[in-house]
């Protein structure tokens, strides 16, 4: 091997490996279809980009919901961009989940979106809302969520905004195998939603003490102190069921096991599966969080600061 060889050999195992491009979401698999109608089909949709990096990262948190679905046995995921773009990939689902904004920008508000939604959800299929996707106006739409989900945000009595939480489990539900109390610091919360009444099928699972100076609304002033509900499951008298948590805003919490489990379980028994006893499996590393961004301009720095002063 001549001299040029064995440098340029020697420069390209020197060089470093180039890093995984973290907005590059080719490798996550869209709209594919279950080829066994014995599995349970489990459609994700996901909200397109929104906020600022490493927040609402829908894209990136529904391709790890789908890469741990997939670890369940008898679980087929589909995922799919705001709605699917060939709708056969509903067609039997047992379970829906939206992870995106709210307020009325739910890619299934569209009159023949909501038409398909509302026929599953007569099928007894399940509803899982995460995040600011439990937030509609006020209105008939808003009470059919309500009676799919078992809670619903509105502007009149809800509160929303980030501060540290220490969240516990209470009670015995199926969903809460595995979850132990965890901490969500700076994370993002709506709560004091419009629920179902408990007798109908409504059991809270996760609650949390929250800053009093968060209660903006009247009715929430009215409740000082109280612990306030962040997660639920829903039990619906006609079947099927639903499952919300109103956290997830920043991404580095999909890396609390706890949450994860939550999360994972909720949609399982929204699908009206068997949850194990130690709840569900959510393999994880640190690195996961850096895959399948959305592209983001980084918020500008704030202006009309003073520069800090030279040490002398």
């Known amino acids: 091997m001549n001299s040029l060889l064995r440098l340029i050999l020697f420069l390209a195992l020197s060089l470093p490996l180039c890093a995984a491009d973290p907005n590059d979401q080719s490798g996550v698999a869209l709209e594919v279809n279950s080829p066994d109608p014995k599995l349970v089909k489990i459609v994700l949709l996901a909200g397109g980009p929104s906020s600022k990096p490493m927040a609402?990262?829908?894209?990136?948190?529904?391709?790890?919901?789908?890469?741990?679905?997939?670890?369940?046995?008898?679980?087929?995921p589909v995922m799919a961009?705001?709605?699917?773009?060939d709708e056969q990939v509903l067609a039997g689902a047992k379970c829906i989940v939206y992870f995106g904004d709210g307020g009325g920008?739910?890619?299934f508000i569209e009159p023949t979106r909501w038409a398909t939604l509302s026929k599953l959800?007569?099928?007894?299929?399940?509803?899982?809302?995460?995040?600011?996707?439990?937030?509609?106006?006020?209105?008939?739409?808003?009470?059919?969520v309500k009676s799919?989900?078992?809670?619903?945000?509105?502007?009149?009595?809800?509160?929303?905004g980030h501060w540290d939480m220490d969240l516990k489990p209470i009670g015995t539900h199926p969903v809460l195998r595995g979850v132990k109390p965890f901490a969500a610091p700076g994370d993002g919360w709506l709560y004091n939603l419009h629920f179902a009444e408990k007798d109908k099928g409504f059991v809270?699972?996760?609650?949390?003490?929250?800053?009093?100076?968060?209660?903006?609304?009247?009715?929430?002033k009215m409740h000082m102190?109280?612990?306030?509900?962040?997660?639920?499951?829903?039990?619906?008298?006609?079947?099927?069921?639903?499952f919300s948590f109103t956290g997830v805003d920043l991404h580095k919490s999909w890396s609390y096991e706890?949450?994860?489990?939550?999360?994972?379980?909720?949609?399982?028994?929204?699908?009206?599966?068997?949850?194990?006893?130690?709840?569900?499996?959510?393999?994880?590393?640190?690195?996961d969080l850096n895959r399948n961004l959305d592209k983001k301009v980084a918020p500008a720095p704030k202006t009309g600061a003073k520069p800090a002063e030279k040490k002398k």
């Open 204 to 220: 809270p699972l996760i609650v949390g003490q929250v800053p009093d100076k968060s209660r903006t609304s009247a009715d929430a």
């Open 105 to 107: 920008k739910q890619p």
């Open 56 to 76: 609402h990262e829908y894209f990136a948190g529904c391709a790890l919901l789908l890469d741990w679905l997939k670890q369940q046995p008898g679980v087929w």
């Open 81 to 85: 961009r705001d709605w699917p773009k």
């Open 258 to 287: 706890s949450q994860r489990k939550l999360v994972v379980n909720g949609i399982l028994w929204s699908a009206g599966l068997e949850v194990p006893a130690d709840g569900a499996a959510t393999k994880f590393a640190d690195t």
């Open 148 to 160: 799919w989900l078992g809670g619903v945000f509105h502007g009149d009595i809800g509160c929303r």
């Open 225 to 242: 102190g109280r612990d306030e509900v962040m997660a639920w499951a829903h039990q619906r008298p006609e079947g099927g069921r639903g």
């Open 121 to 144: 959800m007569a099928g007894g299929t399940g509803l899982v809302l995460l995040h600011q996707a439990v937030d509609f106006p006020k209105g008939p739409d808003g009470d059919k």
